[in-house]
């Protein structure tokens, strides 16, 4: 799983065995290693979040910061996005 960077404990990165076609845009959360069972953020073209699923249980408060660091860095995670599966598409 590449990591695209981390917050604290908190890593957000990208799944790298993803459906075929590819999924939209978006990362995975969760604290201390990857897991297939983390917290799933869309991406979308305006470059804001949406969590699809808070599956490890993120506290509403860290989550929020979390994701204001997700959007700042929107345009790293598209390169690293594209660098991984050479094409993006936005849930909206």
């Excluded at 969760?30 to 470059?47: F, Q």
């Excluded at 509403?60 to 997700?70: E, G, K, R, T």
């Excluded at 929107?74 to 594209?82: A, G, R, S």
């Amino acid at each position: 799983m590449p990591q695209i960077f981390k917050i604290g404990s908190y890593l957000v990165y990208i799944w790298s065995n993803e459906n075929l076609p590819v999924e939209p845009i978006h990362v995975h959360i969760s604290e201390n290693r990857p897991s297939a069972h983390g917290t799933k953020v869309w991406l979308t073209k305006a470059g804001h979040c949406i969590v699809a699923k808070n599956s490890s249980k993120i506290p509403l408060h860290v989550l929020n910061d979390i994701l204001a660091v997700i959007e700042t860095r929107f345009d790293f995670i598209c390169q690293k996005w594209l660098e991984q599966f050479g094409e993006i598409h936005f849930f909206c």
